[in-house]
C-alpha cells in the first residue's frame, strides 16, 4: 500500500514513523511519502496561503497551491482516491478505516488553520474525511490518525494474537473490546473479576464477549 499526505508539517510525522506499528510495516507493506506544499508552490517566498475573500481572521491554503503538488507529483491524477482532512467530513470509523486499508493506494491532504480553500475539497479531493465533530489547528493530526488507524491493519504491524481480541475485531463480533486487567489481584481494595483468575478459559471467554457487548450497546 502506498500512502502519500500533503503538509505543511513533513517533520510533524517524524515520531509516528519511528513506533509501531507502522515502523513494522514501512518499507514492505506500507509505502508512505510525505510532501511539502511549499516545494511545489507557484508564488514566490514560499508562500502557500492567502486571506480569505469576503474579510476575516486567518489564511486559507491556496488551490493553485494545492493543484501545483498535484500536478508535480502525480500528473494525471487518474482514479486516485484523494481524501481532504477537514471537520465537515465523513466521520473516521472502523468501517471506513477498514475500507482504506483494502485500497492500493490513496493521499491525505492536509491544511493549517482556516483550511482549504472549498474548491480544493469541490474538485480535487474524491472524499473528506473528519476524525471528528471539533476543530484543531491543522489537518496533521488528522491525517496521523488516519495512519495509524490504517497502518495498524498492514499483515506485520501488529501480532496476531494482539489483534485478536482488540476493539471491532471479528473475534468481538465488531464491538467494543472488554475490560482488561493485569497484577495485582487486588490495589487499594479493588480486586481484578474472580472469572479472569479462576484458569477456567472458556467462562474467560464468555465474560469477555458479554462485557464487549454490554460496552458496544451502552
Same mark, same amino acid.
Given at each position: 500500500?502506498?500512502?502519500?499526505?500533503?503538509?505543511?508539517?513533513?517533520?510533524?510525522?517524524?515520531?509516528?514513523?519511528?513506533?509501531?506499528?507502522?515502523?513494522?510495516?514501512?518499507?514492505?507493506? &506500507?509505502?508512505?511519502?510525505?510532501?511539502?506544499?511549499?516545494?511545489? *508552490?507557484?508564488? *514566490?517566498?514560499? @508562500?502557500?496561503?492567502?486571506?480569505?475573500?469576503?474579510?476575516?481572521?486567518?489564511?486559507?491554503?491556496?488551490?493553485?497551491?494545492?493543484?501545483?503538488?498535484?500536478?508535480?507529483?502525480?500528473?494525471?491524477?487518474?482514479?486516485?482516491?484523494?481524501?481532504?482532512? *477537514?471537520?465537515?467530513?465523513? @466521520?473516521?470509523?472502523?468501517?471506513?478505516? $477498514?475500507?482504506?486499508?483494502?485500497?492500493?493506494?490513496?493521499?491525505?491532504?492536509?491544511?493549517?488553520?482556516?483550511?482549504? $480553500?472549498? /474548491?480544493?475539497?469541490?474538485?480535487?479531493?474524491?472524499?473528506?474525511?473528519?476524525?471528528?465533530?471539533?476543530?484543531?489547528?491543522?489537518?496533521?493530526?488528522? =491525517?496521523?490518525?488516519?495512519?495509524?488507524?490504517?497502518?495498524?491493519?498492514?499483515?506485520? =504491524?501488529? /501480532?496476531?494474537?494482539?489483534?485478536?481480541?482488540?476493539?471491532?475485531?471479528?473475534?468481538?463480533?465488531?464491538?467494543?473490546?472488554?475490560?482488561?486487567? *493485569?497484577?495485582?489481584?487486588?490495589?487499594?481494595?479493588?480486586?481484578?473479576?474472580?472469572?479472569? &483468575?479462576?484458569?477456567?478459559?472458556?467462562?474467560?471467554?464468555?465474560?469477555?464477549?458479554?462485557?464487549?457487548?454490554?460496552?458496544?450497546?451502552?
Amino acid at each position: 500500500m502506498q500512502i502519500d499526505v500533503f503538509t505543511l508539517l513533513p517533520h510533524a510525522f517524524s515520531w509516528l514513523t519511528e513506533q509501531r506499528p507502522l515502523a513494522a510495516v514501512l518499507g514492505s507493506e &506500507l509505502d508512505l511519502r510525505l510532501w511539502n506544499y511549499r516545494d511545489f *508552490t507557484p508564488l *514566490t517566498g514560499g @508562500q502557500v496561503d492567502d486571506e480569505p475573500y469576503g474579510g476575516g481572521a486567518g489564511m486559507i491554503l491556496r488551490v493553485d497551491v494545492v493543484d501545483a503538488a498535484l500536478e508535480a507529483v502525480y500528473g494525471d491524477l487518474g482514479s486516485r482516491r484523494i481524501l481532504a482532512l *477537514t471537520p465537515q467530513g465523513r @466521520q473516521l470509523n472502523q468501517e471506513l478505516v $477498514d475500507e482504506l486499508a483494502r485500497e492500493e493506494a490513496f493521499t491525505l491532504l492536509s491544511a493549517r488553520f482556516e483550511g482549504f $480553500d472549498e /474548491r480544493v475539497v469541490e474538485h480535487f479531493a474524491t472524499d473528506a474525511v473528519s476524525i471528528g465533530p471539533y476543530v484543531l489547528s491543522g489537518g496533521e493530526l488528522p =491525517a496521523m490518525v488516519v495512519l495509524e488507524a490504517v497502518g495498524r491493519r498492514q499483515p506485520g =504491524a501488529m /501480532r496476531a494474537e494482539s489483534a485478536m481480541y482488540e476493539s471491532f475485531s471479528p473475534s468481538l463480533e465488531g464491538g467494543l473490546e472488554f475490560p482488561q486487567y *493485569t497484577r495485582p489481584a487486588e490495589f487499594r481494595g479493588w480486586r481484578v473479576p474472580e472469572v479472569l &483468575l479462576s484458569g477456567d478459559h472458556a467462562r474467560i471467554d464468555s465474560w469477555r464477549k458479554e462485557q464487549s457487548r454490554e460496552r458496544t450497546l451502552s
